[in-house]
């Protein structure tokens, strides 16, 4: 994980719940200790999950392009040591945006694969064209991708498919995936089968003998985060785009069934056969 947290008592929740699931970091830079961590007023309607997120970001903006150039490239060098599997790198905006950009440039320098996740969605700026030229799979929602593509004046925004197509003109180079809230995923790829533009789309959802399927959606804050990391672990394990979408809804809609963020992740002793890693 590279990210920056205050000396304080959220920072110290934080890193503790990072131990907890034995996600690895350098405690020396990732704190910072003249600001405090970024903290977010969350706001969910109880009868359809549905959220609203205030975001004050707080040491998020410590963050710099030589703190994510160093831990990206060090880590990199480890994972080619040990032999390990095919590296991958997630992106988001709650960090400044430049660093968010140095981040997928160095990613691509290292031969990692890039995925950047447009979250929050930008208001009052336009995204850097550089963003789309170093993300190999880019992940927005609805509401992303519509502001991503609120300048294409050929396109309907109500037209999900049409929009994710204009980010490849735009440079994505593999993939853009949307999530579609209840309705899964829609994988839009140059890969497999093809049309005369050699683009395919393909639209998944979670497994239809997931347990969990049964139970009340209670809460969405984090479905968006839990989808992009199980996606990103799904594919480092071999899996298809189509395959890695497919396990990915159904991560996020055991998340959605439990309250909070990442209290809400399923472990992988919670993870049912048909979501385990292969």
């Not at 910072?32 to 707080?58: C, E, L, M, R, Y």
């Not at 003998?209 to 959606?217: H, I, Q, R």
């Amino acid at each position: 994980m590279v990210c920056k947290v205050g000396a304080d008592a959220f920072g110290t929740e934080l890193l503790g719940s990072f131990r907890d699931v034995n996600l690895q970091y350098d405690e020396s830079p990732v704190v910072a200790p003249d600001v405090s961590t970024g903290v977010a007023q969350i706001i969910v309607d109880t009868k359809t999950g549905d959220n609203q997120i205030i975001v004050i970001p707080g040491a998020n903006h410590a963050l710099t392009s030589s703190d994510v150039r160093a831990a990206i490239t060090s880590m990199a060098q480890d994972n080619q040591e040990q032999g390990g599997r095919p590296m991958i790198v997630v992106v988001q905006l709650e960090i400044k945006p430049a660093v968010a950009l140095e981040a997928l440039k160095v990613a691509k320098e290292v031969g990692a694969i890039t995925i950047f996740n447009p979250a929050p969605a930008p208001e009052g700026w336009e995204i850097d064209s550089n963003f789309y030229r170093y993300a190999d799979i880019i992940i927005p929602n609805e509401t992303e991708l519509r502001s991503l593509c609120q300048r294409e004046e050929t396109i309907q925004t109500d037209d999900e498919e049409a929009m994710a197509k204009t980010l490849f003109a735009r440079g994505v180079s593999t993939a853009v995936i949307v999530t579609l809230g209840a309705r899964g995923a829609m994988v839009v790829s140059k890969s497999g089968k093809e049309d005369e533009k050699g683009v395919q789309t393909e639209f998944v959802c979670a497994p239809s003998e997931l347990p969990c399927n049964s139970e009340p959606v209670v809460d969405t804050v984090g479905a968006g985060d839990s989808f992009c990391g199980s996606l990103s672990a799904y594919l480092s394990a071999g899996l298809s785009l189509g395959e890695a979408a497919t396990k990915a809804c159904g991560v996020a809609s055991m998340s959605v069934r439990k309250r909070g963020a990442q209290s809400s992740y399923p472990r992988a002793k919670d993870l049912p056969d048909i979501l385990l890693l292969p």
